[in-house]
């Protein structure tokens, strides 16, 4: 069993459901905390993903299933605020997934720490840094040198997943996971691409992060001259998070199971032996349930899908109910990105309840 210190998953990660109103001050509660990173997507409309965070400030958007520069809004349009307990959208401007009249829309939220700090570890120069240590998350901001370097975290602990993306300019979003490829940090995959994994020294240099830094090569999806960066870092936590691989079998109706030692509150899965797939998400709030797991693309912008039985939220993990190439093609590797609603077993080791 997995013991955890995180009992309250929920005061690190949530999902919110609402519906927009398409005005101004449109205010969301019930997070349970104010959230650092947000990532909205509206779930009856063919609209781009939406992602914000606090260090780069609420007005910085930039879309999960685009390679597209950071987009500056105005003020009053699109998100306004990150709130005690939730935050603030407004009129649409740029983005249908904040705040659309009459759709239901999700976001996902994960705290960090504010607006972050100045960083000196590493050898890129001072950067500005939010962790969240406890739930191991940082947002992570820099100027690129055009060379080799590295760039502090502050997890305090090995990152097993990294998110990049030049904020300046169409540079593909560069994914890296301690599961990728036959070597740990040699590969890379892209988050708006249905790609495969693809070997790459310019992005990582070939250097697995450390518990202080992380490293980038010279390309420009990751450490242009000049341009702007953002990343961000998640280290896993035993009963609360999980970043791992499996291998699909291919079957339609006793398909992998994956341990997590949690129930899952959010999944983000991506098969990265082959090219064509797409990175599939879940959470547990869109859902009735099992195996009724509704998806939606990370690298597209289709409404949400509710008629494919995808896979079953277990109490300790995951099971795949779908031969879909996707997420359970046969011999294929699968990565994931999982967080929870509850441990399997808490440090007060009170056991969740099986869904």
Known sequence: ????????????????????????????????????????????????HVLVDAVRGQNKVTMPNSASAE??????KDFRSFDSDGFTVDTNENFGSTNTNG?????????ANGAGSANTDGTIGSHTVSANTTAGFSIVTWTGTGDVRTIGHGLGAIPHFIMIKNRSSGDSWSVGSHKLGDEDWTDKLYLESSGAVSDDNTTWNDTAPTSSV???GSSGNVNRNNDVYMAYCFSEKVGYSKFGSYIGNDDNGYGTFVY?????????IKNSSDSGEM??????????????????????????DTSAERLDLLSNGFKLRTNGSHINEGGDKMIYMAFAEAPLVGSNNIPCTAR
């Open 260 to 268: 997590t030692g949690f129930k899952p509150a959010f999944l983000l």
């Open 279 to 304: 990175w599939e998400m879940f959470d547990n709030k869109r859902i009735g349930y099992n195996p009724k797991n509704n998806r939606f693309y990370a690298n597209g912008s289709d409404a949400e």
């Open 71 to 76: 987009t500056t809004t105005n003020a009053d």
């Open 1 to 48: 069993m997995s013991y955890t210190n995180i009992n309250k998953s929920s005061l690190h990660f949530n999902s919110k459901l609402f519906t927009g109103n398409g005005s101004n001050g449109n205010a969301q509660t019930g997070v349970g905390f104010q959230p650092d990173m947000v990532w909205l997507k509206n779930r009856d409309a063919g609209t781009a």
């Open 103 to 111: 759709n239901n829309i999700v976001a996902w939220c994960w705290k």
């Open 214 to 216: 992380f490293t980038v």
